[in-house]
């Protein structure tokens, strides 16, 4: 393929890790502190609180309220981590906002899709690097810290990956989504769409690119169901599971699409960014 | 080698256009001087043919390729030396050896011989450097990419005096013979012993487009006393008299081009 050259694409795939190795280091120090902060919170809170005070056994209640703080640090690290991964979606680009590093990069003998494809794997691997293996170091410290305090030994793992609720009214339907593996399909795939939207956003904006970006999808959305409801879609039937799991895989599709419709505008937008544009948006 | 075909083009946030219908070719192996008062589109017209501004009609070809396409092929025979930069924080090994790879035709020999005329050595820290030793290094591994075509703006801003003449000398000796420089600046002093051809513009037009032999077979630069002014087309006094520029007379002998008085003459309408 003329657009792609794989040796090429390695050099400016090595180039990207190498400029902003930094700057992940940077995002996963600030994060293994977030998480940390969140442990060590937790735990001020959580381990004199009077939630389990009715349980008679000591032992039990200690393990109760272990437990309790594991649930909410890794509920809050899970919210942190999928803010992150959006922050750093939306600012990709924040450097080559500055009109030298666009002068660079527009002029690196590699094509468009090269340089976007080896930018959006470096922000993939910023987002594993930057905001998931810190929650692991975290979590290992704090148990690390309970066994050496002879507390009883729990990881807030479970929860960290237990990401949205999972016992929740499914749009449209009198259905709870529960645990099926659809339903998390559909969470997931909802977010891969919002991520992909912020990334449109980084493209797109010059400035304030999280900011902007949670803005514009807030009004969106706001549009989106005013127009739901004014045009009466709410379904209170009761349905089938299988009319449910339809429902799932029809959200699953255009979830999908809708992402693979941003990355496509964000990769045609980027061909068409000059060294000199708008004040706020890269047209 | 470059055409740029009947454009126009105006900034995002301005409705005044600062090419309307604007064409220029430029041929191989020669070294052009883009000369222009400030704002008059000197700096747009590298970034339009560098292809890092789409011209709102017409095009800008190298080679037959329109150089807003940023085709990698075409990107391999382009580099751009802009006004201001930014180097990575790394040494200069470790920026040659991420970046020189892009550049099929990039020769170590070429940049270490620049480095040399420009009194530096290989063994530099990127961020340990000042503004102008940074434009130094810069500059040579632009020469050594051996890219066809070299657009400088502003090169000798931020040179000190010698500086400014060991840009010269590195540029003439180390120009590939298939390689085209373009060079704006507004300091003509730092660069007339180096051009070949002469682009000046204007607002929207260019006002000159010629050979610096053929500016120097048609006109004399030289000092002359007030009583001697026969045929002069522009004059300025200075202390050793008026510097001037005169149509030459047949017979008479050539003289080294003044690129300042000639751009003065131009703006004001005398030479056309």
Known sequence: MKN??????GRVLKLDFVEGRKAMMWGALCMLLLYLFFFWFAHEIGIHSSSFDYIQDADERLRMRINNICEAVGAFSAMAMYIFFLITASTLYRAEQKKQQRIAWLMLPATNLEKFTSRWIYMVVFSIVGGLLPFFVADSIHVGYLWMTDNPVMSAGDDFFRIFPHTRKFPGTNEYTGDSPLSVTVEYAVFIAIHAFFLLAGVFFKKFHFIAASAVLFLLLVGWATIYNALGFRDTAVHTQSDINAKYIMMIVIWLSLTA????????????????????ANV | MIEVSNISFSYPHQKERVFDGFSLRLEENKI????????????????????????????????????????????EEIFLVPEEFDLPSMTLQRYVELNAPFYPKFSQERLE????????????????LSMGQKK???????????TR????????????????????KTVAQNMSDEQTIIISTHQVHDVEALLDHILMLNQRELLLNASVQEMMDKYVF??????????????????QGNAVMARRQEGQAETQMNLELLFNAVTKGLVK
């Open chain 1, 4 to 9: 792609f050259n794989m040796t090429r694409f």
């Open chain 1, 261 to 280: 419709l941003f990355t496509w505008l964000a990769y045609r937008l980027f061909c068409r960014w000059q060294v000199v544009t708008h004040k706020f």
């Open chain 2, 32 to 75: 052009y001087g883009l000369l222009g008062k400030n704002g008059t589109g000197k700096s747009t017209l590298l970034y339009l043919i560098a292809g890092l501004l789409r011209p709102k009609t017409g095009s800008v070809c190298c080679d037959g390729i329109a150089t807003n396409k940023r085709r990698a092929e075409v990107l």
């Open chain 2, 113 to 128: 011989a620049c480095l040399r005329d420009f009194e530096l050595t290989t063994d530099l820290d990127l961020s340990a």
């Open chain 2, 136 to 146: 130094k290094v810069f500059m040579s591994f632009a020469l050594a990419t051996n």
């Open chain 2, 149 to 168: 075509l070299l657009l400088m703006d502003e090169p000798t801003n931020g040179l000190d005096i010698p500086s400014k003449s060991q840009f010269r």
């Open chain 2, 222 to 239: 030289e000092y002359r006393q007030p009583g001697d002014m026969d045929g002069v087309l522009y004059a300025e006094p200075t202390l």
